[in-house]
């Protein structure tokens, strides 16, 4: 069993910058791969972004890609998304996962996962 805890969500201005952060317990950690995904109420889970567990291969989803960055410390059993210029578009629950048989991308950026967080808000204001 896995539990993620995501911290980090709040209230931003257009432009700016938020760190959020997921903590991971359970067995494993190192070998699994961590995503990131928001979703807005009334739409579907969207990719965001995601790490494999050496943390040398990173995928991100075209309209974040160059404003955010994902990372992690398998020390710690962290994953966190840094999150800069900052756009209303951006507004939405953001939900840590973690998928632990090295799933292909497009896998993964459909949302087949295995575990999942219970998000936490983020809110870009105009």
């Known amino acids: 069993q896995v539990q993620l805890v995501e911290s980090g969500g709040g209230l931003v201005q257009a432009g700016g910058s938020l760190r959020l952060s997921c903590a991971a317990s359970g067995r494993t950690f190192s070998s699994d791969t961590m995503g990131w995904f928001r979703q807005v109420p009334g739409k579907e889970r969207e990719f965001v972004a995601a790490i494999r567990g050496s943390g040398d291969v990173t995928h991100y989803a075209d309209s974040v890609k160059g404003r955010f960055t994902i990372s992690r410390d398998n020390a710690k059993k962290t994953v966190d998304l840094q999150m800069n210029s900052l756009k209303p578009e951006d507004t939405a629950v953001y939900y840590c996962?973690?998928?632990?048989?090295?799933?292909?991308?497009?896998?993964?950026?459909?949302?087949?996962?295995?575990?999942w967080g219970k998000g936490t808000l983020v809110t870009v204001s105009s």
């Open positions: 996962s973690v998928d632990k048989f090295y799933r292909p991308l497009a896998s993964l950026t459909r949302g087949v996962m295995d575990y």
